[in-house]
């Protein structure tokens, strides 16, 4: 199987290997032999005569076979590059290629093709690769001894992901993603996660069974929740707008870093790698 690597989880992937098979192939060797054979016979006929009188007229005659045999081996070394594509080819040859969800149980490894992707929470996430990024480096906090802002933005982000629906095809049931966000480059060959939804994917991974959409948290949105709560539970004594439509839209709060926040069930893949298949041509 030929396949594009767009995302690989490859420590998940080189332990799971590693208990289906922990030999990895270095090297091959491919022996070839030659041999070649050849026979010959020689046949000698002596006549002996005597004319003398006639009275004598010997033949003898011989018969000799003479066999040769000669032999040679060639051996050529081929190394063989050990790479991610490599490893997890292994994973998806003893992975299950399912088309729909029956008869799947939890922590079964699984295959799914034609799978189209969607980011759920974009909004957050393109603010969130902001504060990680380099913008607020060095930037501190007046007053606060030195207090640098880009440590604490990397330290709330820290187990935030990416989350990710997926549509598999011509059935009704919806796939739920994460890609733990990291403060390098998550995917492989300079992708992105705008990559993904381009066309249709195939995912590699673990079944763990139906979950509801807000269950997939982190801390950001905990903190979050923790400031709304706050904010509804300490009035301000300044405000002296008494309309009623302003003070609901207070409580109400606005919460960016909140998404997928519904009772709707998802099939929760445990994520391996996102690959696309490649189509060749057979050589003649």
């Known amino acids: 199987m030929i396949f594009n690597i767009y995302y690989i989880n490859f420590p998940k992937v080189y332990e799971i290997k590693m208990m289906l098979s922990n030999m990895i192939m270095l090297n091959k060797q491919l022996e070839k032999n030659n041999s070649a054979e050849g026979e010959g016979a020689i046949r000698s006929k002596l006549d002996l005569g005597t004319k003398f009188l006639n009275l004598f007229n010997v033949e003898a005659e011989g018969k000799a076979r003479v ?3 000669t032999s040679q081996k060639v051996l050529e070394t081929f190394e063989v590059k050990t790479t991610k594509s490599i490893i997890l080819n292994d ?11 029956d008869n799947i149980q939890e922590g079964e490894l699984i295959r799914l093709d034609n799978i189209s992707l969607s980011l759920e929470n974009e909004p957050e996430l393109r603010l969130v690769k902001l504060f990680t990024s380099d913008a607020f480096k060095g930037m501190n906090v007046p007053g ?3 207090f640098d802002m880009n440590n604490l933005f990397n330290s709330m982000f820290k187990d935030y992901a990416y989350k990710l629906k997926g549509e598999l095809k011509d059935v009704d049931e919806e796939i739920l993603i994460k890609i733990p966000l990291t403060f390098e ?4 060959s300079s992708y992105s996660v705008d990559d993904l939804f381009i066309g249709r994917v195939s995912l590699i991974g673990l079944y763990k069974g139906k979950i509801k959409g807000g269950d997939l948290r982190n801390s950001l949105e905990f903190f979050q929740e ?34 997928i926040k519904n009772d709707t069930e998802y099939h929760y893949i445990d994520i391996l790698s996102i690959v696309q298949l490649i189509n060749t041509q057979n050589k003649k």
Do not use: H, L, W
């Open 226 to 259: 923790i400031g709304n709560m706050q904010n509804m539970a300490i009035p301000k004594e300044e405000d002296e707008i008494q309309d009623s439509q302003y003070e609901e839209i207070q409580q109400d709060g606005f919460t960016p870093f909140i998404s």
């Open 144 to 146: 606060a001894n030195g």
């Open 185 to 188: 480059s998550e995917f492989e």
């Open 91 to 101: 994973i998806i040859e003893s992975s299950r290629e399912i088309k729909n969800f």
């Open 67 to 69: 066999v040769g045999t």
